[in-house]
């Protein structure tokens, strides 16, 4: 753990400039749904960098990269791609290029304003002709429409100074995380007229277009309009440069306007004609009116989805970093789009969607969001189905199995590791769970008739073939899988996966009786899933109530995480991959994550023995595992351990725990820390009925507050020691269950509770 | 099984073309054990070829190609280097190119006599301008100077006709297994004078040299010799050109001598004046004379090695295509060297040194070679005894502990999958088993002490560190290995591994006590090893006598292999990886690997029960699976069987059963095609008393005959129907074993057993 930034409730603070910008970057990283960046410097930056601009849904099949080619294994792995870099000012001030790498800084402050999304640096440095010059800059990534960004650049010298601006659309860019070195865009054009200029090219392969466009103004005070320019086309980059004399105390303030459009989103050939009228429009709006409209759409977002900590300003910053960084990765308007591992902050893992997706990211959309977001994402799988199948025929299933990809942009798996891409079958079950989290949060039984249950039937399909009938223990077994801990590869009947099949098979026999009408099968498939549901092997370990994490599991060597030397943590980075694999360290909720799933299936008794049993066996060496541990911990009560994993979990990168913040942020980890505060202290529940609630209150926290969406009403709660206080802005009475005794929550009324 | 060559004694034979000279380029492969070459036409060929001369122990380290990095992981794969192309002689007749794929070929004939260790070919084209060109060529790598090879060329003409020969050393050349299509030589000087051309040239990273000289003469009718040339010096040829006038009838013969040296064998600034003296000299025997002594060394070497089947053609045939290729591939002079798996034959699979070299290859020059041969191959490993400790350390070992590497070159670890690198550990037990075989056959009880202990005890260090005390079986067990059948990976208590593990501490204790003073080790280390060898966790089937492969086996659907339809094979074709590993399908013998190396632990009833159960679920994709198979089957007297596997293993790359021939000979497993016969038919044994025998003899075959060598004595086996003649060339007694009674073999005698 290490200290980056300044604690504060809503920004976040950078005082010294340091000489590797990547951490950084990461952190400072803006972003809108539809497209992004690391807060790489506008001007140039020769210190330790990582460029990266980023276009949701553009991507490049990158030909897979392996040691020795297995049958089944996908032919790319897509790649996130670094798209034209539009932030690029480069500035010279009497012949010295602006570069904080090579200037005396004098002083250096950044800040992400999360409130209302405005990341500003401000620094001063000497020129080597001793002049000082003071930039003071701003930018955002609009919210409120998100194909605009807007930049404004000021520059203040001491003495009268020379300077030269440029600015770029520049695709000249390459991705670090490349198998080939490829360079991954083609046909660009740049385009240029006397307002703006312009910038279009194609992904490689997929065939994708991105067409930018920008305005760059110039003035000195004000008034004093800069209008003669030089416009180059380089053949990746269009750019326009500036020269101005600077009088001693005067200011320079540039202004750069841009647009970026994607064929994902509109026809090709009018993507030209659409981004030039975008940036036209960002400039009469201004500067001053884009960024209102773009904080206050912050606002908006800030209404439903804020959590205020009192007394905690360490868990208030974290917490509203990890939900800043959730709503600038996805705003839920696109099924085409889904969110990235890294979202708009990094390269790598490549692909959009993994299981986070639908077992953390879900769940936190569900109840701070409109429900049209939940089920655009799993419109996103539905939209998915046919590849899925296929993925499936191509591992030898049949009869329309589905399995849907580990790792995926278009819907075709592509990971490269067949201890990941083809065992970790588990994610078949976090789709089908999610699909009943909608339902269950939503009663959106039209979505589950016409979208879901075409999902689930093919997900019970690939589970029925996937089991086999052991004849030694006369059960099912699912073999040669790996769980959500990856520190096991190819293992016999995982607990969870075997549990979740089970489960998968019941809720889509369930499903399906409700609309007896929409889809046919054969008896014997469904008597073959019934079959399965009663004869799957779940064993316990030796008559206790502790779940077996999978087969051979107690051949091992089994000591508690705590006894191995601090030196050698994290495991990953000291132990060879043999060893971690026989070692009996896990590496995130596995067993525990079944029952976080399905905690009403089991009694609080074995909720306990399972915690307590895993618990000191798991090294959470993947940003998911914190969180569910936390939900759990505070279920059984047991506040101080929720407490100790809500901080690992909500300040992992803030704090950098992993020593990975460089290459980005962990995303999607972040809803599972905002579930750790809504499930996990407030104990909130959705079912069919309402909403059951049991909060505790975290010892170092005078109260908490937050809202939920609860089938599109917004609910407000504050909890504080002897009593919670809920909110009901809708037009609904709202079933309240808690620990004592149900309440009914009447339209636009507060209800006080005290249990 | 396709047709590639004609059956023949003692003679492969192509009187096809074809378009696809790959698996003909294949089963033609010339080498001496010091370098050797696939059998390229030596004039240009614009058909499907695969390029290939290769010079022993020259490797480059291509960095390691993964998807996902893993600690531990070796930082390069060793690439087999494709060395200078000496044969190349680009022919041009009247202007048109000698391209046997773009002329109108009316014969060709090529033919291999494994006798004389000559390569010949005879072919007649018609140009466009309608003349005929009859060529008549001949090759070898000489098996009497290992530093020397030489073609002669003839090419005779129906009309007159101009001949340009342009006669290179050529290092213009690449890998097909190549991870990133890099060159890999550097520093490459050619030079010339009036007799000869010169070649040297380094590897990059490695900074191996290898230095070519040639001299290339053109005759007309043996008297006119054609002496004005052109030299040509390129950047990475060197080459000598001729033109002359042939007229109607007469033959041009070209004899080009080439001498290939490595700073391996030399002192760097000495292989260019050895080189060409070397060319000088050999120029000076004349061809002829090269070739007969070339010849008379293969005669030596079937004076030893030959096997003869009587009545049984395509078995005699394929026996002595075995034996030509290994004594190709290896010579047994240098213990720098190794058996790659390919030889001088491709590729593919990189590195020279797997465990076939111990379980398949050492057997067998044990029994055809003078022990030396065998010595150097257990000093091979010997040397690298620090760099498989400091293997064994990257990994977590300690102490002395040594892994040596499944594949390598230099000693340290180049194969880059997990579930192989850090999971095959079997073969530190083929290792030790070789030791132990090697003194069986020798009683050369000085290389034990001064060699084999060490390797012994750092190899019985490595076990008692991998296995762990599992308090749920209440015995020793080793977690996540891939055994011989690596259609399984990372599974427990692998029954092949565990047995052999236990073993070799049996072994190196025993070894230990006959040299007290050699090696001290703690007390607590040696009964720690004594308490693994009590309680190693060994299972046999419910109460069977068929051991566990491993762990969860049982819970596989089983069937046997003849069931999976026949447009499924091989599976590892047509079946997803995951899909292999969950079936119960084995690629090679693994328990059946331990009941031959163990034999005499076992009851006969034990071993015939195992077959019964392994055997049908068998689908010998791995090269090295039928010998192991026929021999077992040899000792439980199912000849039909036996008679069966013999075959697949004996005649596997010249009928293609694989479709992989193209790509190089199975060059190991072929050690185990001759095991099948000696160890398999015979029933030879050799333990320290003497020689085992109990033939049978297949009812194929009228009789067979072969010699062993027995501490460095020559005995000869003569097996008929009724009775075997033995004779002993030595002048030692050999005390003779049979099932009915013991003999003894006088020195220079002969002896007749009936039973």
């Known amino acids: 753990m290490q200290k980056l930034v300044e604690v504060d409730p809503w920004k976040i603070k950078q005082n010294e400039l340091g000489f590797d910008q990547r951490p950084y970057e990461s952190i400072f990283s803006l972003g809108n749904g539809s497209f992004g960046q690391r807060a790489n410097f506008e001007e140039k930056y020769s210190g330790k960098t990582l460029l990266g601009n980023y276009s949701g849904g553009i991507y490049y099949p990158d030909p897979t990269k392996v040691g020795w080619w297995k049958n089944g294994y996908p032919e790319y792995f897509a790649k996130v791609l670094n798209s034209c870099n539009w932030i690029r000012l480069d500035v010279e001030v009497d012949g010295f290029s602006l570069d904080l790498s090579e200037l005396n800084v004098k002083s250096f402050y950044r800040e992400l304003d999360m ?9 001063k440095v000497e020129l080597p002709n001793k002049k000082q010059i003071t930039v003071s800059a701003q930018r955002f990534c609009s919210m409120h429409n998100d194909e605009v960004g807007a930049i404004s650049y000021s520059i203040t010298s001491d003495q009268e100074v020379n300077i030269n601006i440029d600015s770029f659309l520049d695709f000249d860019i390459k991705n670090e995380d490349s198998n080939y070195e490829d360079y991954f865009w083609q046909n660009i054009e740049p385009h240029t007229n006397e307002e703006c200029d312009l910038i279009i090219a194609a992904t490689k392969k997929t065939n994708f277009w991105v067409a930018l466009s920008q305005i760059t103004t110039l003035n000195i005070k004000n008034d004093n309009f800069i209008s003669s320019y030089e416009s180059t086309k380089g053949d990746r980059f269009i750019s326009r440069s500036f020269d101005c004399v600077l009088e001693a105390g005067q200011t320079l303030t540039t202004k750069k306007y841009i647009s970026v459009l994607t064929s994902l989103k509109y026809d090709k050939e009018k993507l030209i004609d659409l981004v030039k009228n975008n940036v036209l429009q960002a400039k ?40 800043f960084q959730l709503y600038q990765t996805y705003n839920g308007k696109y099924s085409y789009l889904n969110i990235g591992p890294k979202g708009f902050t990094g390269e790598k893992y490549g692909g959009a969607t993994y299981w986070d997706t639908e077992a953390y990211c879900i769940p936190f959309y569900l109840k701070t969001s409109n429900s049209s977001v939940a089920k655009n994402l799993l419109i996103y799988r539905y939209n998915q189905l046919q590849k899925a199948i296929e993925n499936a025929e191509k591992l030898g299933f049949k009869n329309g199995a589905a399995l849907f990809p580990m790792v995926t942009m278009n819907g075709e798996e592509c990971h490269n590791e067949w201890e990941i891409t083809f065992e970790e079958i588990h994610r078949n079950g976090a789709i089908a769970y999610a699909i009943y989290n909608y339902v269950k949060h939503t009663i959106d039984y039209e979505y589950l008739e016409k979208y879901g249950l075409a999902v689930l039937v093919s997900i019970a399909k690939f589970w029925a073939q ?20 990856e520190y096991e590869n190819n293992v016999n009947n995982n607990w969870y996966t075997n549990y979740i099949a089970k489960w998968c098979l019941e ?24 079959d399965i549901i009663d004869k799957i092997y779940l064993p316990n370990i030796h008559g206790t109530g502790i779940f077996l994490q999978n087969d051979g599991f107690l051949d091992k060597e089994i000591f508690p995480a705590s006894k191995i030397p601090i030196n050698q943590r994290p495991i990953n980075q000291y132990w060879s991959w043999d060893k971690i694999l026989r070692s009996v360290f896990i590496k995130q909720a596995d067993v525990l994550q079944g029952l976080y799933f399905f905690e009403n299936h089991f009694s609080e008794k074995v909720i306990k023995e399972n915690i307590k049993y895993y618990e000191p066996l798991t090294v959470h060496e993947s940003s998911l595992s914190p969180s569910i541990h936390s939900i759990l911990f505070s279920k059984i009560n047991d506040h101080k ?64 507050c937050f809202n939920i969406m609860f089938r599109n009403q917004r609910v407000k709660f504050d909890i504080r020691k002897k009593s919670s206080v809920l909110i009901n802005y809708g037009d609904q009475a709202i079933n309240i269950f808690t620990n004592c005794k149900p309440y009914i929550l009447e339209p636009h009324s507060k209800l006080t509770i005290v249990c």
């Open 115 to 123: 409130k209302t999304g405005i990341l500003s640096r401000k620094f």
């Open 284 to 323: 009469i709006n201004d500067f001053e009116k884009l960024k209102t409209d773009h904080s206050e759409a912050w606002q908006q977002i800030w209404e439903n989805a804020d959590i205020q900590i009192e007394g905690d300003i360490k868990a208030q910053q974290a917490i509203r970093f990890n939900i």
């Open 466 to 485: 996937r089991v086999n009938w052991s004849e030694d223990k006369s059960k099912y077994v699912i073999l040669g899988v790996t769980g959500p801990n």
């Open 507 to 530: 809720y889509t026999l369930e499903s399906l009786k409700r609309f007896p009408k929409k889809i046919q099968l054969e008896e014997t498939e469904l008597n073959r899933w019934k």
């Open 641 to 704: 351990k929720a407490y100790e994993m809500y901080l690992r979990t909500a300040r992992l990168d803030l704090d950098d725990y992993n020593h990975e913040v460089h290459e980005g942020l962990h995303i999607t980890s972040m809803a599972g820390t905002w579930l750790s505060v809504i499930e996990g202290f407030a104990g909130l529940r959705v079912n069919e009925k309402g909403l059951y609630f049991k909060p505790i209150l975290p010892e170092q926290w005078h109260s908490y």
